[in-house]
């Protein structure tokens, strides 16, 4: 399995933005609970959000994102997909 940091970048259509963002966190917490999902949050100035993927590869990977309610709302700008490989840190333990 890969680990992926992906940064979401905001779009400026705000007001859509938060109409999707309780069916976007349900699935990201449905995520969450398959091991799918490591991680994630908006930063503090609400301008994006990291969130860390485990998957077998980008396409599996780029099939999540896909599934994401932000996906076909059109509210993100720019979805930055980096394959990360942590060496320090607490999930380096299962």
Not at 17 to 30: D, G, K, N, Q
Not at 49 to 77: G, H, M, Q, R, S
């Amino acid at each position: 399995m890969a680990r992926f940091a992906v940064e979401l970048v905001f779009g400026p259509e705000t007001e859509k933005r938060l109409s999707v963002r309780p069916a976007h966190r349900e699935y990201i917490a449905s995520l969450v609970e398959k091991g799918v999902v490591l991680g994630a949050g908006p930063y503090a100035d609400d301008t994006g959000a990291l969130i860390i993927y485990e998957a077998a590869d980008e396409p599996a990977l780029k099939e999540f994102i896909a599934a994401d309610p932000y996906t076909p709302a059109n509210v993100i700008t720019e979805w930055k997909i980096r394959e990360w490989t942590p060496v320090l840190g607490l999930w380096l333990n299962d």
